[in-house]
């Protein structure tokens, strides 16, 4: 069975870059055709794609959000990273990590953490 579990830190000040780390247990993150994606809310609204690594390990993008982010994977520990450089207090949300056959259709979610943009 697989799982995903978010890791990271709760508090990051504006104009910081947010790091977070996905590790994945159960499968490998090379498995063909999986995307790993991460996915976030911010209070009061809805789910925002943000980005995704591929099998391959391409990386696809949130159009709004490409110029800020940036997805990468350490096969050798089966984890995949998000950085979301430049925060700003609008970046507080939820954070997921998801895999899926897509970057829009998910399967398996990790519990989320919890990032606040706040000096």
């Known amino acids: 069975q697989v799982q995903l579990q978010e890791s990271g830190p709760g508090l990051v000040k504006p104009s910081q870059t947010l790091s977070l780390t996905c590790t994945v247990s159960?499968?490998?993150?090379?498995?063909?055709?999986?995307?790993w994606n991460w996915i976030r809310q911010p209070p009061g609204k809805g789910l925002e794609w943000m980005g995704a690594?591929?099998?391959?390990?391409?990386?696809f993008y949130s159009p709004s959000l490409k110029n800020r982010t940036s997805i990468s994977w350490d096969t050798s520990k089966n984890q995949f990273t998000l950085q979301l450089s430049a925060v700003l207090p609008e970046d507080t949300a939820v954070y997921y990590c998801a895999r899926g056959l897509s970057s829009s259709t998910w399967d398996t979610w990790g519990q989320g953490t919890q990032v606040t943009v706040s000096s």
């Open positions: 159960g499968d490998s993150i090379t498995s063909i055709y999986y995307f």
């Open positions: 690594i591929a099998y391959s390990g391409g990386t």
